[in-house]
Nanobody
Framework: QVQLVDSGGGLVQAGGSLRLSCAAS????????VGWFRQAPGKEREFVAL????????YYADSLKGRFTISRDTAKNTVYLQMNSLKPEDKAVYYC???????????????WGQGTQVTVSS
């Protein structure tokens, strides 16, 4: 069993940066793939990035490559999403998720954080 707590969201001006955190409980977390997803009002939840259990492999939504970076600190049981050059269209609730297999689909994850709101002003 894994419990996830998302944090780090907030209001930022266009061009600014935020770092989201996903803190996990449970000693087995280090075995899990962790993904970040986001959901804007009226839209479906979409894939943002994922990182494998060791942190050696990362994958990103094509539209976000170069601006977002996912990383994990195994000792702290925490995964981060560094978001740079934020745009108004990045406004959404961001969720972290964990699963033994993961992937780019929402259905691939069993465990979810509660979400953290990111708002980007123009």
């Amino acid at each position: 069993q894994v419990q996830l707590v998302d944090s780090g969201g907030g209001l930022v001006q266009a061009g600014g940066s935020l770092r989201l955190s996903c803190a996990a409980s449970g000693s087995t977390f280090r075995r899990y793939v962790v993904g970040w997803f986001r959901q804007a009002p009226g839209k479906e939840r979409e894939f943002v990035a994922l990182i494998n259990w060791s942190g050696s492999s990362t994958y990103y939504a094509d539209s976000l490559k170069g601006r977002f970076t996912i990383s994990r600190d195994t000792a702290k049981n925490t995964v981060y999403l560094q978001m740079n050059s934020l745009k108004p269209e990045d406004k959404a609730v961001y969720y972290c998720a964990a699963d033994l297999t993961g992937g780019r689909r929402v259905s691939g994850y069993d465990y979810w954080g509660q979400g953290t709101q990111v708002t980007v002003s123009s």
